[in-house]
């Protein structure tokens, strides 16, 4: 798999981007947090309204700075990131995620790569993530690129 872009998402994009994160939060964490919290973290995060809506507005929110995708060379979505900036020089992910298949091939990176670029455009000196649960499976990718934790699920990185 070779990656071939990472852009804004679209419109028509939306209901990829809450099938391949809902995908994500099942595969991840149905074994720690057991059916129910996962069932209300995908009714919560990966609702197509919401997604749609999100797409619809980057700029539109205070600090939110809207969706990226990630995409193979047949232009098949393998991945995709929210964030914004909530707090003057804090920039906030909301949500990256990598379809299975996708995974250890650089996607993950290249995603927080181009939603920090976006963050530091719009005064951030900072970055933070809250992750689901402790333990999380996600800890090693962002340990990796930097990030240290806060808290057992709150971690930061200076950018």
Known sequence: MQLADVRAAAAADAATISRLLADAIRGSYHEI????????????????????????????????????????????????????????????????????????RGVGAALLSAATERMRTFGAGSQHVTLPSTPDPSLPFYTHQGFTPLTPTRLAREL
């Open 33 to 104: 947090l057991g059916e129910i919290p996962v069932h209300r973290l995908v009714s919560t995060q990966c609702a197509l309204p919401r997604i749609r809506a999100e797409i619809e507005i980057p700029g539109g929110a205070p600090g939110w700075l809207g969706w990226l995708v990630a995409t193979d060379g047949s232009g098949a979505i393998v991945g995709a990131v929210a964030g914004g900036v909530p707090v003057p020089g804090e920039g906030e992910l909301y949500a990256l995620c990598v379809a299975e298949a996708a995974r250890r």
